[in-house]
C-alpha cells in the first residue's frame, strides 16, 4: 500500500515567491495533519483537518501560510509571499480516524524547502 | 514552558548498553501518550504507544506517570540499528480537542560498535 505521499521532495526558491506543497494522504484516512520542523523549534503542527474541514488551524505562523483540502485525497499547503525563515522541512500525516489523537498517524517523506 | 520537554542529548552508548530516556509533559488532560522515532532526514514513525499500566515490545519498555507527567522509554540490550532521534509525544492541546499530537524536540541516540 502506498504511504503519504508528498511533492515536491525539495524546493529552493527565492524570497517572495509562492510555493505550494502537496500531500495525499493514506486512502481512507479521515485525518490530516500539516508540520514544520526545523532544529530550533522542532516538529510544530501547522493545522490539521477532520473530514476535509480544518479543525485547528492555531499553528500556522501568520496569514502568509494557508491550507486547503478540497477532497479527501489531496491537500495543499501555500506560502506566498515565502521568506527565508520559512526554511524548513514540511511534512504531511494522515490518522485513520476521527479522535486522532488515540491513533498512529503516519508522516509522509517531507519536502524540505529552502527560500533563498 | 515549552509543552513536551526531553533532554536533547546526544546519548553516545555501547552495543549492549541499555538506555533510558525522559520527557515531561505540561498539559494534565493529555490522554494519550507516544514515542516516535525519527531517524536522520527521515519521516517520525511510531514505536510505542504510552499506557498508564506501562507496556514492553522486545526491548522496549514505556512508563508512564501521570501525577509527575512524566514518560520514560527504555531500550535494552542497545543495537546499532536503534541510532535515531526518539519524539516524546503527548496528546490534546486545546480544551476537548484530542485531535493533535504535540511533539518534544526530540532525544538524540548514537550507539556505537
Known amino acids: 500500500d502506498a504511504g503519504v505521499i508528498q511533492s515536491p521532495r525539495h524546493e529552493v526558491t527565492e524570497m517572495g515567491q509562492e510555493v505550494t506543497l502537496r500531500c495525499k494522504p493514506i486512502?481512507?484516512?479521515?485525518?490530516l495533519f500539516w508540520y514544520r520542523q526545523t532544529m530550533m523549534r522542532g516538529l510544530e503542527l501547522l493545522i490539521y483537518?477532520?473530514?476535509?474541514?480544518?479543525?485547528?488551524d492555531s499553528g500556522m505562523p501568520e496569514d502568509r501560510f494557508s491550507a486547503k483540502m478540497p477532497n479527501a485525497s489531496f491537500s495543499t499547503l501555500k506560502i506566498q509571499p515565502s521568506e527565508p525563515r520559512d526554511s524548513a522541512v514540511y511534512f504531511c500525516?494522515?490518522?485513520?480516524?476521527?479522535?486522532?489523537?488515540?491513533?498512529?498517524?503516519?508522516f509522509g517523506p517531507g519536502t524540505r524547502l529552502t527560500v533563498l | 514552558r515549552k509543552e513536551v520537554e526531553q533532554d536533547p542529548g546526544p546519548f553516545n552508548v555501547p552495543e549492549g548498553a541499555t538506555v533510558a530516556f525522559n520527557c515531561t509533559y505540561s498539559?494534565?488532560?493529555?490522554?494519550?501518550f507516544f514515542w516516535y522515532r525519527q531517524d536522520c532526514r527521515k519521516e517520525p514513525k511510531l514505536l510505542m504507544s504510552?499506557?498508564?499500566s506501562g507496556n514492553e515490545d522486545g526491548r522496549f519498555t514505556a512508563q508512564l506517570n501521570r501525577a509527575s507527567q512524566y514518560i520514560s522509554l527504555l531500550i535494552r540490550d542497545s543495537k546499532l540499528s536503534d541510532s535515531a532521534t526518539y519524539l516524546c509525544?503527548?496528546?490534546?492541546?486545546?480544551?476537548?480537542?484530542?485531535?493533535?499530537?504535540?511533539f518534544g524536540k526530540g532525544t538524540k541516540l548514537s550507539v556505537k560498535p
Open positions: 500525516a494522515s490518522s485513520p480516524a476521527d479522535s486522532s489523537a488515540y491513533n498512529e498517524q503516519f
Open positions: 486512502s481512507g484516512h479521515n485525518s
Open positions: 483537518f477532520n473530514n476535509n474541514v480544518p479543525i485547528d
Open positions: 498539559n494534565s488532560a493529555s490522554q494519550s
Open positions: 504510552v499506557y498508564s
Open positions: 509525544v503527548a496528546s490534546g492541546r486545546y480544551g476537548g480537542s484530542q485531535g493533535n499530537l504535540i
